[in-house]
């Protein structure tokens, strides 16, 4: 079994709040890692930018897996990989594509059921286990609803169908649950005491902070695409800066130093 996996499994379990700070490519993961990240995230979106494609199930498996193979190639904690929905409506195709991942090191995967009914997700989650059971590795699989984030559900029934759900993945084996978009503490507490599986929640501009979470139940939350964002804003204000007057503006006091990145590669210490 995969020394990653296992690792990453019992950061599940306490007593802190696993942070991930989401990753869009290798050079974001090694610096993510560099900061004292326990493990990494990727962002479906964020990567699928990065390698120019609009997010939403339109980047190939196979790019999307030769990207993962890059980043883990230079991480020493634990990589979860964003697979959206596995690329794929068959589920023997999206395990064997996860079986890549696996060989590759990779320690989890986050798959998430869209607008797709719950029964094709779960037949997902059943391949994925049985292919890794006979390949004698392991693999956390954080299953993801978008109840909330699609409005699936009226209001006042969501975590209803939450729990409706994460019932039927927990069934196929699914290891966590994702809910992107749940923010109210009553509803994310439910969620948590009642799914059966360790909860993680996503930054949301109305999502309780980090210390409230955890006491909530929550064991895993994630930046999401939150970070590649805020760098896509700040890439366009200096490019624009620059593209107009030929000065890239105040922002680029802030960049980091040409050595200082160099270091985070070379592994030598940094600030």
């Given at each position: 079994?995969?020394?990653?996996?296992?690792?990453?499994?019992?950061?599940?379990?306490?007593?802190?709040?696993?942070?991930?700070?989401?990753?869009?490519?290798?050079?974001?993961?090694?610096?993510?890692?560099?900061?004292?990240?326990?493990?990494?995230?990727?962002?479906?979106?964020?990567?699928?930018?990065?390698?120019?494609?609009?997010?939403?199930?339109?980047?190939?498996?196979?790019?999307?897996?030769?990207?993962?193979?890059?980043?883990?190639?230079?991480?020493?904690?634990?990589?979860?990989?964003?697979?959206?929905?596995?690329?794929?409506?068959?589920?023997?195709?999206?395990?064997?594509?996860?079986?890549?991942?696996?060989?590759?090191?990779?320690?989890?995967?986050?798959?998430?059921?869209?607008?797709?009914?719950?029964?094709?997700?779960?037949?997902?989650?059943?391949?994925?286990?049985?292919?890794?059971?006979?390949?004698?590795?392991?693999?956390?699989?954080?299953?993801?609803?978008?109840?909330?984030?699609?409005?699936?559900?009226?209001?006042?029934?969501?975590?209803?169908?939450?729990?409706?759900?994460?019932?039927?993945?927990?069934?196929?084996?699914?290891?966590?649950?994702?809910?992107?978009?749940?923010?109210?503490?009553?509803?994310?507490?439910?969620?948590?005491?009642?799914?059966?599986?360790?909860?993680?929640?996503?930054?949301?501009?109305?999502?309780?902070?980090?210390?409230?979470?955890?006491?909530?139940?929550?064991?895993?939350?994630?930046?999401?695409?939150?970070?590649?964002?805020?760098?896509?804003?700040?890439?366009?204000?200096m490019a624009q800066s620059f593209l107009d007057s030929g000065n890239s503006g105040p922002l680029a006091q802030k960049a980091m130093s040409y050595a200082d990145i160099q270091n985070r590669f070379l592994g030598r210490p940094t600030k």
């Amino acid at each position: 079994m995969s020394h990653a996996a296992t690792a990453f499994r019992q950061l599940h379990q306490g007593p802190q709040l696993l942070r991930l700070a989401n990753a869009w490519d290798a050079g974001s993961a090694r610096l993510i890692e560099s900061l004292g990240a326990s493990a990494v995230a990727t962002t479906s979106a964020g990567l699928a930018w990065s390698l120019g494609y609009a997010d939403g199930h339109n980047m190939p498996a196979s790019a999307a897996i030769a990207a993962t193979q890059n980043i883990v190639r230079g991480l020493r904690v634990p990589l979860t990989v964003d697979m959206e929905n596995g690329y794929s409506d068959n589920p023997a195709a999206v395990a064997a594509y996860i079986m890549l991942l696996t060989d590759s090191g990779v320690a989890g995967i986050n798959i998430e059921d869209g607008g797709d009914a719950p029964d094709l997700l779960a037949r997902k989650v059943e391949a994925i286990k049985k292919a890794a059971v006979t390949d004698g590795v392991d693999i956390f699989v954080n299953v993801r609803t978008d109840v909330y984030l699609r409005g699936l559900a009226p209001e006042g029934k969501r975590v209803q169908e939450v729990l409706a759900r994460a019932q039927t993945y927990r069934s196929a084996g699914a290891d966590g649950l994702f809910v992107p978009g749940i923010c109210l503490p009553d509803e994310i507490r439910q969620v948590a005491a009642g799914a059966g599986l360790p909860l993680n929640v996503m930054d949301w501009p109305s999502v309780p902070a980090a210390d409230e979470l955890a006491a909530l139940g929550v064991r895993r939350f994630s930046a999401g695409s939150g970070i590649a964002q805020a760098l896509w804003g700040a890439a366009r204000e200096m490019a624009q800066s620059f593209l107009d007057s030929g000065n890239s503006g105040p922002l680029a006091q802030k960049a980091m130093s040409y050595a200082d990145i160099q270091n985070r590669f070379l592994g030598r210490p940094t600030k």
